[in-house]
């Protein structure tokens, strides 16, 4: 697996611009704030960043499970912790549904940045706040770009049914209308979608995700015409046509799986990107305008995800007496 040096934490002149644009925009929400915890808890954002600089560094892959983690947080329901729940005899969560389970990863490291938060100010800092602040530490420490973060969630005290869940979050399985359908039921656009996709510049899917592809496309009994011949032949070695293979990893962007940068893009262009779902940004000409501009101008791929996980991060959030201060994020207080 590709090793990436973790850097410090610097305003590039994307980050100043980004930071321009939201202190401007009318996004920003006025319940939530850049400097909630500043008299209550002085030390979180570099609380945050070192547990999450320690995750990565013992695990790589953990960049991208933090970003997935976050997303699938806010995607159902809002951004209110509701993912982190675990369930008991009297209480059913969203960890356990079909897109969650033995996929979503990530819960242990949040537990962690949690338990140090509570020993410098307990019953302070909700385990959204943290979540949201570790999504975008781990985007950075990948190589990617910084947002501002505003702070003052509140955790949800309920959680998505598992058919809430299934319905709420886009499938690589679907086609790319109902996908973008979902995005813009939460308030987002196309490009949002495109922006977003990007994400997947970094981490792996398993086989079953997109097996499919490799051998029996559209119950052909051959491969997705729209996956590059070469790109097929390779993948079948590490997902042979075996149900034993289902589990086994394939980097979404085999060239940097560790790096967040534009590669992702350029596999679209190249007609090798690895999720069906993605690859089908480049079928519709709105979107494959975006996926090529996004591999000439690396910079306009970093400062719209920005802008998009901005937005994500104001999702549905509970803020002022709605909701609770949880001091376990596995479960309420």
Not at 86 to 109: C, L
Not at 187 to 207: E, M, N, P, R
Request: contains cysteine.
């Amino acid at each position: 697996m590709e090793q990436f040096l973790i850097k410090p934490f610097m305003f590039s002149s994307i980050a100043l611009f980004l930071l321009c644009l939201l202190f401007s925009s009318p996004l920003v929400s006025s319940q939530l704030d850049y400097r909630h915890y500043d008299k209550t808890c002085p030390n979180l954002i570099r609380i945050v960043r070192n547990g999450v600089r320690l995750a990565i560094s013992n695990d790589t892959r953990m960049a991208a499970s933090l970003l997935r983690l976050h997303f699938h947080d806010c995607f159902v329901n809002g951004c209110d912790g509701s993912i982190l729940l675990d369930e008991t005899s009297s209480f059913k969560g969203e960890k356990n549904a079909v897109p969650n389970k033995n996929s979503v990863r990530g819960y242990e490291v949040i537990d962690s940045i949690k338990s140090e938060v509570e020993k410098a100010c307990p019953s302070t800092v909700s385990c959204t706040d943290i979540l949201t602040l570790a999504a975008r530490d781990a985007v950075v420490f990948a190589g990617g770009p910084f947002w501002n973060v505003q702070l003052g969630r509140r955790d949800g005290r309920t959680a998505s049914d598992e058919d809430g869940v299934v319905n709420q979050l886009p499938s690589p399985f679907e086609p790319l209308a109902n996908i973008t359908a979902k995005f813009t039921s939460k308030g987002f656009d196309s490009k949002d979608v495109v922006a977003l996709s990007g994400a997947h510049t970094i981490g792996f899917a398993q086989c079953s995700t997109f097996k499919k592809r490799l051998f029996n496309f559209d119950g052909s009994g051959n491969p997705d015409p729209a996956l590059d011949s070469s790109v097929v032949q390779k993948l079948k070695s590490v997902c042979p046509n075996q149900d034993d293979s289902d589990t086994n990893l394939v980097g979404l962007d085999a060239s940097s799986s560790s790096k967040f940068d534009n590669g992702f893009f350029r596999n679209l262009v190249n007609n090798s990107g690895l999720l069906q779902s993605d690859q089908a940004l480049m079928a519709d000409n709105s979107t494959a305008f975006m996926v090529r501009r996004y591999v000439y101008y690396p910079s306009s791929f970093f400062r719209d995800f920005g802008a998009s996980m901005f937005k994500l991060g104001s999702l549905g959030v509970l803020t002022g007496q709605d909701g609770e201060i949880r001091t376990n994020c596995r479960a309420l207080n």
